[in-house]
């Protein structure tokens, strides 16, 4: 089968791929998830073909999982690296404690990695509701694609195989 037989197909799922990235990376704007951007910025897709199978590929960074599931209370100690991170990229400006003393970035990055482990953390599922909106919206536009582009292979070889006779 050659690459080019289903170009509305193609076309349709370029689109696709394009308004998911598009809207993902709205909902983490509006929803304030892009301290450090590179989450916001990780975001891509690639349309494949390989025979009669199309898949369109979603890459982004890794901690994805953690913004869309959360994580429950009393699981592991996130790494405070991490942490130490988004600290200095939101920023977040430690305050006194009751003694007045300031931790540091390295200290307050451990004390945010400990509350995290022992409350947990809020699911955003901001991918499921993107998946949610853009296949309800792509659904009938792919199946057209596919459907015109079928029409065009079948006009096609009914033709060359009138032509044959």
Same mark, same amino acid.
């Given at each position: 089968? +050659?690459d080019?037989?289903?170009? !509305?197909?193609? /076309? +349709?799922?370029?689109e696709?791929?394009?308004?998911?990235? !598009?809207?993902? #990376?709205?909902?983490?704007?509006?929803?304030d998830?892009?301290?450090t951007?590179?989450?916001l910025?990780?975001?891509?897709?690639? $349309?494949?073909?390989?025979?009669?199978?199309?898949?369109?590929?979603?890459?982004?960074?890794?901690?994805?999982?953690?913004?869309?599931?959360?994580?429950r =209370?009393?699981?592991?100690?996130?790494?405070?690296?991490?942490?130490?991170?988004?600290?200095?990229?939101?920023? $977040?400006?430690?305050? =006194? !404690?009751?003694?007045?003393?300031?931790?540091?970035?390295?200290?307050?990055?451990?004390?945010? /990695?400990?509350?995290?482990?022992?409350?947990?953390?809020?699911?955003?599922?901001?991918?499921?509701?993107?998946?949610?909106?853009?296949?309800?919206?792509?659904?009938?536009?792919?199946?057209? +694609?596919? +459907?015109?582009?079928?029409? #065009?292979?079948? !006009?096609?070889? /009914?033709?060359?195989?009138?032509?044959?006779?």
């Open positions: 089968m +050659a080019n037989e289903f170009p !509305n197909l193609t /076309a +349709a799922l370029e696709y791929g394009a308004a998911f990235r !598009n809207l993902y #990376q709205d909902k983490l704007i509006l929803d998830k892009i301290a951007g590179e989450l910025n990780s975001v891509s897709y690639r $349309v494949t073909q390989n025979g009669t199978v199309f898949q369109v590929t979603l890459s982004l960074a890794d901690y994805w999982k953690y913004i869309e599931e959360g994580r =209370p009393g699981g592991k100690l996130p790494p405070p690296s991490a942490i130490l991170s988004w600290i200095i990229a939101k920023p $977040v400006l430690p305050r =006194p !404690n009751d003694k007045g003393k300031v931790p540091t970035p390295q200290q307050l990055s451990w004390a945010i /990695a400990k509350s995290i482990q022992v409350k947990g953390i809020p699911a955003k599922p901001l991918m499921f509701e993107t998946s949610q909106e853009i296949n309800a919206h792509y659904r009938p536009i792919i199946a057209a +694609a596919f +459907a015109a582009d079928t029409m #065009q292979l079948l !006009n096609l070889r /009914a033709i060359d195989g009138g032509l044959k006779r």
